[in-house]
């Protein structure tokens, strides 16, 4: 006999039996993918139009890149507030709040006047954003037991799908209509679509949309940690992961440009990189499913910092395409394996809290990196040395996950297939 997964809303009431795995969750993951495809547009317009935005305030490159940093410092604050409302409230109050702000703020970005307004914009873009990834990464867990690291990484994965989609498209209405008009467009049509998307969603959960985490299965990862020690643990190596992956994901559009190579080629390296990050999410989520959110962890790492040492060493046209495409394939697992391990090693109930903190910290990372990489570029007048810095950072997330994998061997409850919960 399957056990319900959640409680009914209103005492009296009996809940429909929602099982894990079934028709219904592939069904429900399948429109959490689309709300995330759509709902991130905002990380990645920034990165095409930062050399057009530089140009029409006459700024540096790093002042423009602080809109990238407070978009991801609104995306990683809003996780964890709209990670507090889904544990206690359920998913979609969080969604509806999250489309608000990005139908506004792209609005409101588009009508900017001065740099420090389109930088603000940002900061809510980001806010905006924030219940497409690590609330909805906790959500999907909820809806699966066997194929949980999959669930989670194919809804991470909306992430990758939209800076799959969306540069060439921001790159066309940039180009077409200019940058302004561009975001009012964007701003009223995801907020539209998101709507329609979270109402279906909201019809396929019934009530079942405010969890009841008393029967939920124990942690199988004993690290021998306490929640917040590891916590801080997670979110060092999510810091130090991040500002390593931020080098190329941020500045390879302007990198592009610098070499000559005109900002159209870097927003399809851009894009290259996005889809082949998709296989990497999905194929990271089947082998967490395996051995593990650790192990997966410890695979993404050592992947992307062999990745960023070839940025080094190549600039021609056709190497940078085959590094970007290199790169998406390798660091495409990382951040939804620390989603994967929060749910191994901690407790239900505190599932989109933990995740939205650890997520929080990888977009500081995210921010910071962008940010620092801009810096060290107008410091140096070459991106030598912020592709330098990444492989530095991610030397010391390998440090940390290293450490993790030696006391999960150690104390690791196992019974079951990977390490799943």
């Known amino acids: 006999m399957v056990r319900p997964m959640h409680a009914p809303n209103h005492p009296g009431q009996k809940p ?37 935005v530089q140009a029409e305030f006459a ?13 991801m410092f609104g995306f990683g604050l809003g996780g964890v507030i709209a990670g507090k409302i889904t544990d206690r409230f359920g998913i979609v109050p969080a969604m509806a709040i999250s489309i608000a702000f990005l139908g506004v703020a792209n609005v409101l970005g588009g009508l900017s006047g001065q740099l420090w307004q389109f930088v603000a914009a940002y900061f809510f873009i980001g806010l905006g954003t924030s219940a497409t990834f690590a ?12 194929y949980r690291g999959l669930a989670v990484t194919i809804v991470a994965s909306g992430n990758y799908v939209a800076g799959t989609m969306w540069p ?13 008009y561009t975001h009012i467009g964007i701003g009223i ?25 008393a029967n939920a ?18 979110s060092i190596a999510s810091i130090s992961c991040c500002v390593a992956m931020a080098m190329p994901q941020v500045h390879i559009v302007a990198y592009c ?31 967490a499913d395996k051995i593990g959110g ?22 021609s046209l056709t190497s940078l395409y085959l590094i970007s495409a290199m790169f998406g394939l390798f660091q495409g697992g990382i951040v939804p394996s620390y989603a994967i391990i929060v749910r191994e090693a901690m407790p239900a109930s505190e599932a989109a809290t933990r995740v939205g903190i650890v997520i929080f910290a990888s977009v500081f990372g995210m921010s910071f990196g962008g940010w620092v990489s801009g810096v060290i570029f107008d410091a140096t007048g070459s991106y030598a040395a912020a592709f330098a810095n990444g492989v530095a950072w991610n030397a010391l997330n390998i440090g940390i996950v290293v450490l993790l994998l030696i006391r999960a061997r150690t104390g690791s409850i196992k019974t079951g297939p990977g390490f799943a919960t």
């Open 16 to 52: 429909d039996t929602f099982t894990p795995d079934s028709r219904q969750a592939w069904v429900r993951l399948v429109i959490a993918l689309v709300i995330g495809s759509i709902g991130a547009v905002g990380m990645w317009a920034v990165v095409v139009v930062i050399p057009v």
């Open 59 to 71: 700024a540096t490159r790093g002042a423009v890149s602080l809109a990238f940093t407070l978009m």
């Open 135 to 146: 609330p909805l990464m906790a959500e999907a867990s909820h809806w699966f037991e066997r």
């Open 168 to 180: 060439p498209i921001v790159s066309w209405g940039t180009q077409e209509i200019g940058w302004r």
């Open 189 to 213: 049509v995801c907020a539209g679509l998101m709507t329609v998307l979270v109402l279906i969603l909201r019809a396929q959960m019934g009530r079942d949309t405010v969890h009841d985490h």
């Open 217 to 234: 299965p124990p942690p199988r990862v004993d690290l021998r940690l306490s929640t917040n020690t590891l916590t801080v643990l997670l």
């Open 257 to 287: 440009g610098d070499l000559g190579y005109g900002v159209a080629r870097g927003a399809e390296m851009l894009s290259l990189m996005m889809g082949c990050g998709i296989v990497s999410r999905i194929g990271s989520g089947y082998l």
């Open 294 to 315: 650790i192990y997966t962890l410890l695979v993404g790492s050592l992947a992307q910092g062999f990745a960023l040492v070839f940025y080094l060493f190549f600039d």
